[in-house]
C-alpha cells in the first residue's frame, strides 16, 4: 500500500495544545481568570480584577499564574512598533485599552500585578535570541533589545517571560498569533539561558554564568528543542566547519518517538528527508553536505505513522546551525 505524506512545515513557533485538567496543575486559576465576569477597561478594574485573585488564592504561586494567564489572554505583541523610535511603553489604562505592547510593556505589567500582590519582582534587560536573524551574533556587540521578569516565590527567584509566552509573531506576514507557551513560565534557568542572556549575570540563576561568547556559539535553539523534549545533542556549537562530501554526525537525546529528519536551509537550497537511526535513548544520522559556501541549516524530527494510508507531519525547527563547507 502506497503512502501519501502531507508535510506542514512551521517556521514561527511551536503552539502548544490546551493541557487538559488533568495535567495543568493551574487549571483553577486559569479557570478563573478566563469566566471573570467583569471586562477590564482600565487600572482600576485591573486592580478590582487583582483584589478578586488575592480573595480567591492564597498562594503566591497561584496568583503569579493568574498574572501570567491574563497577559496572555488580554496583550498581543506590538511587532509594528519594534522599529518606531517614537514608541514609548504605555501606562496601564492605556496599555489595557489597546491590548498591546512591546517587551517592556509586559514585563512592566507583570511586575504591577506583583507589586499589588505583595511579591518581589524585577524586571530584567538583555538579550533575547528569538529572531532567524539571530542566529549569528557578535558577543561584542550584543544589545538589550528584550525584557523579562523575575518573582521571587516560596524564597526563591523564578525566571517569566510574559511576551514569549504570551504568543508568537509571523515573520513572514508580520502577524501575531496568540498561543500560550508554558516553558516561560516559572521557566527552567538552565534552558532560559538558551535565549536569554540578561546585563547582569546575577540573573541567569545557574550555579556557573554562561560568557557571551558561550552564548553566542551555541547553535539556535528553535521551538522544536522543547516540543520534541530534546534534553541533549551533538554537536552544540553554532559553526560546523566541513569540507564537501565531509560528514556531520548528529545525535539527539528525547524521550519522544521520532522516525524521520529533516534538513533545510533557510534559503532552501539543502532539503533533505530521511530516517533516523534509533540508539538507546538517541536518535542519530549522518549528514553528508555537498553544498559549499557558508549557510544556517534547519534542523527538524518528525515521525511517519508507515502503516498509515496518508500521514499528516507537522513538524518544526528544533536547531539551526551555520555550516561552513568548503570545496575539497
Not at 272 to 283: I, K
Request: aromatic letters at 16%; proline letters at 3%; one cysteine or more.
Amino acid at each position: 500500500m502506497k503512502q501519501t505524506l502531507i508535510i506542514i512545515y512551521i517556521i514561527c513557533s511551536f503552539a502548544f495544545t490546551a493541557q487538559s485538567q488533568q495535567e495543568n496543575k493551574y487549571f483553577k486559576v486559569d479557570e478563573f481568570v478566563k469566566n471573570y465576569p467583569q471586562r477590564i477597561n482600565n487600572q482600576q478594574d485591573l486592580d478590582q480584577f487583582i483584589d478578586a485573585v488575592n480573595k480567591k488564592f492564597n498562594s503566591p504561586t497561584d496568583k503569579v499564574r493568574a498574572a501570567f494567564y491574563w497577559i496572555s489572554e488580554n496583550i498581543s505583541y506590538n511587532y509594528k512598533a519594534v522599529n518606531d523610535r517614537s514608541y514609548r511603553t504605555k501606562d496601564i489604562t492605556s496599555l489595557i485599552q489597546s491590548g498591546e505592547a512591546l517587551c517592556s510593556g509586559y514585563s512592566n505589567l507583570m511586575e504591577y500585578f506583583c507589586k499589588k500582590f505583595g511579591i518581589e519582582c524585577v524586571t530584567i534587560d538583555g538579550t533575547g535570541r528569538s529572531l532567524y536573524s539571530d542566529v549569528v551574533l557578535n558577543p561584542q556587540k550584543l544589545s538589550a533589545d528584550h525584557s523579562w521578569n523575575a518573582v521571587k516565590l516560596n524564597g526563591e527567584w523564578r525566571l517569566i517571560d510574559a511576551t514569549w509566552g504570551s504568543g508568537y509573531t509571523d515573520y513572514t506576514s508580520g502577524q501575531y498569533h496568540k498561543s500560550r507557551n508554558e516553558k516561560y513560565f516559572l521557566a527552567d534557568p538552565a534552558f532560559f539561558i538558551y535565549k536569554h542572556l540578561p546585563l547582569k549575570p546575577e540573573w541567569q540563576l545557574l550555579d556557573s554564568s554562561v560568557s557571551a561568547a558561550q552564548f553566542c556559539n551555541w547553535p539556535f535553539i528553535d521551538e522544536g528543542y522543547t516540543a520534541n523534549n530534546i534534553t541533549k545533542v551533538y554537536p552544540f556549537q553554532l559553526y560546523i566547519d566541513r569540507k564537501a562530501g565531509d560528514t556531520v554526525q548528529f545525535k539527539f537525546y528525547t524521550s519522544k518517538q521520532f522516525s524521520h529528519i529533516a534538513l533545510e536551509s533557510l534559503d532552501n537550497q539543502v532539503v533533505e528527508r530521511e530516517r533516523l537511526n534509533a540508539g538507546n535513548g538517541y536518535y542519530s544520522y549522518t549528514f553528508r553536505p555537498g553544498k559549499v559556501g557558508e549557510y544556517d541549516l534547519r534542523v527538524s524530527l518528525f515521525y511517519i505513522d508507515e502503516k498509515a494510508r496518508y500521514s499528516y507531519i507537522t513538524y518544526t525547527p528544533a536547531l539551526i546551525y551555520r555550516l561552513r563547507v568548503k570545496a575539497k
